[in-house]
């Protein structure tokens, strides 16, 4: 089997469950004396920016004890081609065949962000970029966002959401909440987010404006979670209804599926959405429910400053359960795992 990880939604259903439980363990306590991965290396190549991921996966990996290298793509290394039979007479100097290749030689695994394009949505939705580099490397990719996916958050949500619920999120209410942001952004938190909650046997409740659906295979997968869960999917443009009696409201922006063929249409029917943001009377409609967000937020866009503040935000015990998460995904790539 491939240790590749790209999605969730490629491995087996005991890969999740154990990586959900090293990550757990991880955040039970502190497993800093572990080195299982001495010797190690990893290279994480980073087409856009981050914050949370980069970090924790260099922390990971040292504690770990693997030796970790960061790359911004095109700022410290050359710009990149991707496309296969490209004429490489522009600015990129190297394609990725040989970076990957090369990266191959010197490292155990290679971790890649490289985001959405927002402009081909058969591209974005087959990952064909990211898969350019599973193509071309010899070792484990790591995905770090990609078009459609972000694991790594994935596995950190599961796992704060989890230790949050005492081990029993099932059969309580997940929003995802759509919200405004100025910029388009691409569906991969949102996608894998609504398709975490439904493994976990929640009942999610993905609400969001007309045009602002999420993609229908990435909905399709989270009702074939949630009928092996007991858990359930909906979609709603309901903003009063939707958020009554949730456990967890977990904000994201998205960009509606019209950037594909009109940015600036879509841009100008965003602008007109400024009132989805969480706030205190959202949160007041839950069952004393939790307030998530993968990060960064906009402050007082997405999410007022009373959310964020107040008892209902969990968000940044879930970005510190990025670090035990990475911890069981390099452990997952490197099958290091004690079971
Ligand atoms: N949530 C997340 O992936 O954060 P960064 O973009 O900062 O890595």
């Not at 404006?209 to 999420?214: A, N, R, S």
């Given at each position: 089997m491939s240790h590749h990880l790209i999605g969730w939604h490629l491995r087996d259903a005991a890969d999740w469950q154990s990586a959900l439980a090293r990550s757990l363990h991880y955040g039970a306590g502190d497993a800093r004396h572990e080195k299982p991965a001495a010797g190690r290396a990893i290279c994480l190549m980073f087409f856009n920016p981050s914050l949370r991921t980069r970090t924790s996966m260099e922390v990971a990996a040292a504690q770990l004890g693997a030796h970790v290298t960061s790359l911004s793509a095109g700022s410290g290394t050359w710009h990149m081609a991707f496309e296969?039979?490209?004429?490489?007479?522009?600015?990129?100097?190297?394609h990725i065949q040989e970076a990957a290749g090369v990266l191959s030689r010197y490292y155990d695994a290679i971790g890649v962000r490289v985001f959405a394009s927002l402009t081909d949505y058969e591209q974005d939705r087959s990952e064909r970029l990211i898969n350019r580099f599973v193509r071309a490397a010899s070792v484990p990719v790591i995905n770090l966002e990609s078009a459609f996916w972000h694991p790594c958050q994935e596995l950190a949500d599961a796992s704060v959401i989890t230790e949050h619920f005492g081990g029993d999120a099932a059969g309580r209410t997940f929003v995802l909440s759509w919200c405004y942001h100025p910029k388009a952004l691409p569906m991969a938190v949102p996608n894998s987010a609504v398709t975490m909650a439904a493994r976990l046997g929640m009942h999610v409740t993905v609400v969001r404006?007309?045009?602002?659906?999420?993609d229908d295979g990435v909905m399709k997968q989270a009702q074939s979670y949630a009928q092996k869960s007991g858990g359930s999917v909906s979609e709603t443009d309901d903003r009063v209804a939707a958020f009554d009696g949730a456990s967890v409201v977990y904000a994201k922006a998205w960009s509606g599926r019209g950037v594909y063929e009109d940015s600036v249409g879509e841009a100008s029917r965003r602008a007109a959405l400024r009132e989805w943001r969480v706030t205190s009377e959202v949160m007041r409609r839950t069952d004393d429910g939790v307030f998530m967000h993968c990060l960064p937020v906009r402050r007082n866009v997405v999410v007022d400053d009373a959310v964020l503040d107040g008892?209902?935000?969990?968000h940044l015990r879930q970005a510190e359960y990025r670090l035990y998460a990475q911890k069981a995904i390099l452990e997952k790539v490197w099958d290091l795992s004690p079971e």
């Open positions: 296969d039979g490209v004429v490489m007479d522009g600015q990129e100097a190297e404006p007309d045009g602002y659906e999420l008892p209902a935000a969990i």
